[in-house]
């Protein structure tokens, strides 16, 4: 990816995603515990870029907390599924 974005241009960016799942807690709560942990999420994977020779300035970071789930949560390999980052080269 970094080799691409280097060839080609554009900004890196990284979304952070979280499962459903947090300990019982009003529902404000449950989506700013979730938003942190997404945010944190999404910083780690763009350290661990800028590590590889990414400038952190072509970087952009987003939290998406468990907005966006692409696996059922009925058993914990779903949920782990949900716990990710995405990564995207916009042009």
Do not use: C, W
């Amino acid at each position: 990816m970094a080799k691409l974005r280097s060839e080609k241009g554009g900004t890196l960016r990284v979304v952070g995603h979280a499962s459903m799942r947090t300990k019982p807690m009003d529902p404000d709560r449950h989506a700013k515990v979730n938003e942190g942990i997404s945010i944190a999420r999404a910083n780690a994977v763009a350290g661990q870029l800028t590590r590889l020779g990414v400038k952190r300035e072509v970087i952009v970071v987003n939290a998406r907390g468990d907005a966006d789930p692409v696996y059922y949560e009925v058993m914990e390999t779903g949920e782990a599924g949900n716990r990710r980052a995405d990564i995207y080269l916009d042009f």
